[in-house]
């Protein structure tokens, strides 16, 4: 027995020559090495450390040269990763130029399908599989969902149409009753009535034993066999995949390595498309994350030993918007809360405790979420949906056709606006201007300070109308002098600072970037204007007109893409104008940001304090 199972392989071929104990002993190494290397790195620590003998068992059965496999969200595909050659790799996960987080086709060819929004896996094995069936080709295709991901809307489209057309493929719902949080939802409740199916198969397999011992056993066992699917329904609350025509088998322990090949090998041979319901356990084999799968699920680098991490106690943005709607809604009992699974990252968790009648978790379910709170503000309730800004992408059509169409007073509150750092490109808060900006009725604030969230939100909450606000993850910049706003009056622009010949307009907390910047241009004989624009939508069109007349040359910074960001938006007003000002836009030129750590990429996109100066010279001594 060799205790070093994971030094000996390097891809999943060394696995295949493996069997019973040296598997166990595989998953055991496997596990203490993502607890050591995540622990330094950081990142999806809790839902890897469960599917370590899923994956396993997937590798020993399938031949991922020819079959497919889909991991939804693909926060669990670290182990998929180790198996596929990557395992020298993991000291740069998440990091910029190191390997991603999440399934990433140009990794690996045998990431299938990037993944990172979650409930797209079904789909996309369909489509593989319907792929495959059409050019004649013989491999398997298989999709891993979390109990979590199959609360979003797009997993059940997609059972609704595998189930009906029949198409051969392999569902495994890993369950290990978490999302992020604590998994919620009529179909958690559902998966919970299965799992307590397992005395039922039990049962089964005892009595098909003792039967099959005698020749009348074995008539008696096929007869019984025949009325499996009513004995099924009478024990099993009922049989919603097979009713749909999707073949159930399970539950099964997802942990327990034979049963999951043996269950493995027998859905391989099934014509037609099968689910698997796995149930796990989230953080397996390492404590802390096994009694806090919650913290576990996205970790910051900590210590192996503890479990610790640094404790952070600055402020940050969703801590500061968690205080403030309590306060609020102490005051305004009609005031209600939406998460799409996501109570904690928002800042919500509080309020759910606070205020459990007035707090929604509709599960991954953004579109939802959207309509719900429109359905909501209509009948007089003040609905605020906390929503991570990409996604919220989700729901465009919900924010255009439900709410800013009706013009229906719903307040969204953007967290992770701008760049989030090691998620990389799937998790970047970097569309939501452009998208809004698009949209009728609604108005689109940023508080350009952690202090600044509550002014907002309270302002939001008396308007008549749809209002977004949006600020960034994380907290303020260290060592910037900033002077939160007062109150709201009305939409116009807070002027930071008066100066001449070139105005900085900057929004949310690249505002911060141009004050540090400030400081990076006082010896060089140059006194910039630094305006805030606080609202993003209206904007502010009269100080517009202000600067273009008395000559101005204007940047704009946003933490967004520049295509129909604010630049954009104040450039078009510009040349609608026909003033002839010199105009630069800072913000995303490419679509695609990266992964790595946020000041990096500030740097990297011109963002950064020290880039903002840089245009300040640059257009200050411009034509001289
Ligand atoms: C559309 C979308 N909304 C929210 C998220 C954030 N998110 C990432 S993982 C996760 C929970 C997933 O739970 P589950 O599928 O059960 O996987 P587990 O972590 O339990 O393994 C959530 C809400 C996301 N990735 N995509
Ligand atoms: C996989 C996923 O979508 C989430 O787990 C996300 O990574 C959380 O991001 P935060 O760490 O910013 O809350
Ligand atoms: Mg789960």
Known sequence: MDENKLDKIDTFYDLKRMNGEDLEILAKNIREFLIEKVSKTGGHLASNLGVVELTISLFKVFNFDEDKIVWDVGHQSYVHKILTGRKGDFDSLRKFNGISGFPKCCESKYDFFNTGHSSTSISAAVGMARARDILNEKNNVIAVIGDGALTGGMAFEALNDVGYNKTKMIIILNDNTMAISENVGGMSTYLSKLRM????????SEINRTLNQSSV??????SLSRFKHSMKQLVVPSMLFEDMGIRYFGPIDGHNIKDLCEVLCRAKNVDGPVIIHTITQKGKGYDFAEKNPCKFHAVAPFNFESGEGNVNTANTYSKEFGKKIIDLAEKNSNIVAITAAMPDGTGLSSFSEKFPKRFFDVGIAEEHAVTLAAGMAKAGLRPVFAVYSTFLQRAFD????DVCLQNVPVVFAIDRAGIVGEDGETHQGIFDISYL???PNINLVAPKCTEEVGIYLEWALKQDYPVAIRYPRGGDLANVQIEPIKKIENKSWEVIKKGEKVAVIATGKMVQHAIKALSLVNDKDVNPEVINANFIKPMDTEKIDDLCMAGYRIITVEDNIVANGLGHSITTYINQKHYKNRIINLGYLEKIVHQGDVNSLYKMHGLSPQA?????????????
């Open 197 to 204: 199916g397992t005395g039922y198969n039990k049962l089964r």
């Open 217 to 222: 056993g074995k008539n008696l066992a096929s």
């Open 398 to 401: 919900q924010i255009l056709h």
């Open 437 to 439: 900006n698009l949209m």
């Open 612 to 624: 903002i100066a840089d245009n300040i010279i640059k257009l200050y001594h411009e034509g001289e």
